[in-house]
């Protein structure tokens, strides 16, 4: 694990930060001192953040791009260079997605999510490598618990956040071999109260939801915020999706089983929403164009959501559960020896 600046010294870009996780990230690098690029779509958000990380006292700037197209992201890059003179760290975070089964997915949809989620990702890592192999930066992807697990309406996404997740581990490999010293980094979040739910893309009817347990954006961004100092190779955030990765590593068969019982009612309210429709009689939503708004870092779901998690806090404190483990030990000891 390599070691890296401060976070307070600096120049982090985030992308997808208008909303949601990438939202949080942003704010919260800024309230630590970082220096920070957002980038997305919309530039309601992106005002929207631009004025949080300035009212916490550090420096911003908002770079309106799509990162499903090349030269954008090479624009994001080369405006935080003019501005900020480096990139510490490049956080990937942009995404969308399309709530619909496998066969029934039209072929543009999923094109759609491959080229945000996956491509996406690529072309930000392809346009910050130089600047990250100047500065021994750090490249972390946002992707997703569910980069192991495919889940029924979400085949698109699942499958998008797969693919990154072996092109970048090739990626690392490659950086090891030939000691190219930039850190690739990919954060697996569980479900999150995040404004997607709202701008997705759904045929199912009813109000898409995050399957519970349902965490806020701030105690996730604190973990993305971990690998932007202390690089972890792969960083699950949230019981949930340590759970579904243990899970699948010991019976992908009972996950099956399981997601055959709540896979379809565990992503939805109850809560009747008109689905996409070509009339426009449907919900809007994002999928090739930015909502209008500043839609924030929160969800619809507050009441729902835990504002921290032991897991994760645990796991990246481990020094702190092994300074216990010992302190329990040595009096354990001390009475059998005394026996």
Known sequence: MMRKKPLGEQVVVVTGASAGLGRAVARLAGQRGARVVVCARGTDGLDGAVAEIEGAGSAAHAVQADVAVLDDCHRVVEEALDRFGRIDTFCANAMVTVYREARELDAEELRRVIDVNFLGAVNC???????????????????SALAYRGIPLQAAYCSSKAAARTFFESARVEHAKHGIPVAVSLVLPGAVNTPQFDQARQYIGKQPQPIPPIYQPEPFADGVLHCFEHPIRELPLGWGAQKLLWGQKLSPRTGDLVLRWNGWNGQHTDEPKPPHSLDGH?????LFEPLPGDKGAHGRFDARSRPWTLWTSLRLRRWLVGTAAVAAAVPAARALARR
Request: no cysteine; glycine share 8%; proline share 4%.
């Open 125 to 143: 890592y392809w346009a910050s490598f130089a600047a990250l192999a100047e500065s021994e930066g750090t490249f972390v992807h946002v992707s």
């Open 282 to 286: 449907g919900s809007p939503d994002n």
